[in-house]
């Protein structure tokens, strides 16, 4: 329910807006005039989310799910395996003003042969629904989708988040002058009431919640406002959950060395060393780390995403999204081509929720509202994720599932041979695991 405080109530001062042409209308508020003048030189960040398809489709492909929609239910004109798994593309309307949140829904185990339509009289008793990560998308869970598939009488759902992917692009005005925790709370309430207003539209009561990073912080807060349409909270790898460091912002400023990570000599795994535990100086830092960290600190805070970034380096912010989709080396050559092709097109969509980062994250991706102090009140059954080798430490999950004390069921996975996207790398464990909770819901 939307309320007068919310960020999605359009005021009439907004409504005045919408006669602007739709560059100036979704453009990111209160940009610098520097800011400004370089999106002038670079007019790439121009795009709409409801443009070509064919990348995101391409990718989805690589996984074996063949998609249409979302205004058709008709076939793509393809040869395609016998076994391939259908989805539909759903442009999900959530309010009057025009916002809607792009999905990728699979029922009734994608048809594997049988072009399927949502429906509600062939609505399954379950339905599953994953959310991405920072700076990803639906396509991201390319890899999951016909695993997950398998499950029977299931409803498989993928969201972009308001603001992110191809869903609507509003333009996000945070509330930075109203102190930390009421930043923290506006950006939440963004993301957590437009997931509302979409489950509200999609007519799902109950639904297995999962969400991935940025998502499983999400979707965390989600389930304590609306404990009653959550079945069972799946956190995969969440960011925000520990408290932060003592002074970090100003460790930060002046340049200091991260916490350091080792490897646990019985699991091997990697783990954070303890939020206590004060981190390791190597002297006096040179100016060039002071500048990078001192610049780093200042975007951060004014809310300048990655995503803006690529869209400022112009014809080189598609080598930048190259670069960092390298990381994921168990992939195939055209599996991270894909991936980049996909990214780098988002990136180039107008600035919207993304800018939301350093509203509810202090620098370093600690909460501001941490989640340890608020996931131990949820009410339902409630599992973690971690890969092997995660760069989030899997202690703050422990923590809450050790506050929870029995309460509700709890459990905790890790991943082998996997890093943060573990959902990536290691597809068939994951799928396996998640198959396996959907089954317990029962």
């Known amino acids: 329910m939307l309320t007068e405080s919310s960020p999605l109530l359009v005021t009439k001062q907004q409504q005045k807006q919408q006669a602007l042409p739709p560059w100036l209308l979704h453009s990111r508020p209160e940009e610098s005039s520097i800011a400004s003048m370089l999106s002038r030189l670079w007019p790439w960040g121009t795009a ?4 070509d398809d064919t990348i995101e489709r391409a990718l989805l492909a690589q996984g074996g799910v ?22 539909e593309a759903l442009d999900v309307d959530i309010d009057t003003q025009g916002n809607y949140i792009h999905t990728i829904a699979i029922r009734n185990g994608g048809g594997r042969g049988n072009a399927t339509t949502h429906s509600k009289e062939h609505a399954p008793r379950r339905s599953l629904v994953l959310t991405h990560g920072y700076f990803a998308g639906v396509g991201f869970f390319f890899r999951n989708y016909r695993g997950l598939s398998q499950a029977d009488d299931w409803d498989i759902y993928a969201i972009d ?5 191809r869903s609507s692009r509003p333009a996000y005005k945070g509330v930075r002058d109203k102190g930390e925790e009421r930043r923290a709370e506006y950006a939440e309430e963004f993301f957590v009431e437009s997931l509302e207003a979409w ?3 999609m007519q799902i009561d109950k639904m297995v919640l999962c969400g991935h990073s940025f998502g499983g912080y999400m979707v965390g807060v989600y389930a304590l406002k609306y404990p009653q349409h959550v079945e069972k909270l799946v956190l995969l790898s969440p960011i925000g959950v520990p408290e932060a460091p003592h002074d970090l912002e100003n460790k930060i400023w002046q340049g200091y060395e991260p916490i350091h990570r080792k490897l646990h000599p019985k699991e091997g795994e990697y783990r954070m060393k303890s939020n206590n535990e004060a981190p390791v100086y190597s002297g006096k830092p040179s100016w060039q780390r002071l500048l990078l960290f001192r610049t ?15 869209r400022m380096c112009g014809p080189l912010g598609k080598r930048l999204v190259s670069w960092y989709i390298r990381r994921f080396s168990l992939l195939t050559d055209e599996q991270r081509s894909g991936m980049a092709a996909y990214a780098h097109q988002h990136a180039q969509l107008a600035e919207s929720s993304a800018s939301s980062l350093g509203d509810f994250l202090r620098p370093g991706g600690f909460a501001r509202k941490p989640l340890v102090n608020r996931v131990p009140d949820v009410v339902m059954p409630t599992v973690f994720f971690y890969g092997s080798h995660d760069w989030v430490g899997h202690a703050g999950g422990e923590e809450i599932i050790k506050r929870i004390d029995g309460r509700v069921p709890t459990r905790i996975y890790y991943v082998p041979n996997a890093s943060h996207n573990f959902h990536i790398d290691n597809p068939e464990v994951f799928n396996r695991y998640m198959i396996d909770e959907m089954a317990r819901a029962d």
Do not use: C, H, K
């Open 161 to 165: 988040w308001l603001g992110m992917g």
């Open 296 to 310: 780093s600190l200042y975007m951060w805070d004014s809310n300048y995403s990655p995503q803006w970034v690529v």
């Open 199 to 201: 489950r509200q539209r």
């Open 48 to 51: 709409n989310t409801r443009t």
């Open 66 to 87: 063949t998609v249409v929609g979302p205004s058709t239910e008709q076939r793509l004109e393809t040869d395609i395996d016998s076994e391939a798994v259908f989805a």
